[in-house]
């Protein structure tokens, strides 16, 4: 929709956005700084997936914040970059392609993570308001009920909402925002079932390998 309303040499600067904000949104953090630092593949450990709630589960408290700051960090630099090239709309752009990018990572064969902290770091470079505001629903669903997955869902769910609450909407936040939010959807179908059946694992027990 954003795309078709470009015209060329526009839609050839959109389209490097995209491509940018895809190859630095692929960068796998959790599995680059769980080898660097002793804790072997993240794949092979907890849920295989290479977010930082997995690489909490090697015990490695520190590996976990490195690879929170990295995954926010890189959509949030997408988002900037993307800005600067060719402003909001190339923002929204470079920063959706990140999220896209973290989640299916040409290199680990399109199987990367399931995008909540990309999400974040999107919300807060797009109009920190709203990343905030995104952030203070996942503290307190994780403070009530303690299951990161349910916190995860709600914020992405209530998202396209705050953003016109903080009247910080335009088509191109608004077609991003809820892509990503129905791509967190998809990517936690496995949780949903969990929640649903009474069995996801809550904030400081173990998950069984799976």
């Given at each position: 929709m954003v795309m078709a309303e470009l015209h060329a040499p526009e839609g050839v600067l959109a389209g490097l956005c995209v491509a940018f904000g895809y190859l630095l949104g692929s960068i796998p953090f959790g599995l680059i700084i769980?080898?660097?630092?002793?804790?072997?593949?993240?794949?092979?450990?907890?849920?295989?997936?290479?977010?930082?709630?997995?690489?909490?589960?090697?015990?490695?408290?520190?590996?976990?914040?490195?690879?929170?700051?990295?995954?926010?960090?890189?959509?949030?630099?997408?988002?900037?970059?993307?800005?600067?090239a060719f402003g909001p709309v190339g923002a929204a752009l470079a920063?959706?392609?990140?999220?896209?990018?973290?989640?299916?990572?040409?290199?680990?064969?399109?199987?990367?993570?399931?995008?909540?902290?990309?999400?974040?770091?999107?919300?807060?470079?797009?109009?920190?308001p709203l990343g905030l505001a995104a952030g203070a629903v996942w503290i307190a669903m994780a403070a009530i009920f303690r299951i990161s997955s349910l916190a995860a869902l709600t914020s992405a769910a209530l998202a396209p909402l705050l953003?016109?609450?903080?009247?910080?909407?335009?088509?191109?936040?608004?077609?991003?925002i809820a892509l990503m939010a129905v791509l967190i959807v998809i990517r936690h179908r496995e949780n949903i079932g969990r929640l649903l059946r009474n069995e996801e694992p809550r904030i400081g027990r173990a998950k069984p390998a799976s």
């Amino acid at each position: 929709m954003v795309m078709a309303e470009l015209h060329a040499p526009e839609g050839v600067l959109a389209g490097l956005c995209v491509a940018f904000g895809y190859l630095l949104g692929s960068i796998p953090f959790g599995l680059i700084i769980t080898r660097l630092g002793g804790a072997g593949d993240i794949r092979q450990i907890g849920s295989g997936n290479i977010g930082a709630t997995n690489v909490l589960r090697t015990g490695r408290r520190g590996l976990a914040a490195l690879t929170l700051v990295g995954d926010m960090g890189k959509a949030a630099a997408a988002v900037v970059l993307g800005g600067l090239a060719f402003g909001p709309v190339g923002a929204a752009l470079a920063g959706g392609a990140a999220f896209v990018g973290h989640l299916f990572p040409f290199w680990l064969g399109f199987r990367g993570g399931k995008g909540v902290a990309c999400f974040f770091g999107v919300l807060l470079a797009i109009a920190w308001p709203l990343g905030l505001a995104a952030g203070a629903v996942w503290i307190a669903m994780a403070a009530i009920f303690r299951i990161s997955s349910l916190a995860a869902l709600t914020s992405a769910a209530l998202a396209p909402l705050l953003l016109f609450l903080f009247h910080q909407a335009t088509p191109a936040r608004f077609a991003v925002i809820a892509l990503m939010a129905v791509l967190i959807v998809i990517r936690h179908r496995e949780n949903i079932g969990r929640l649903l059946r009474n069995e996801e694992p809550r904030i400081g027990r173990a998950k069984p390998a799976s």
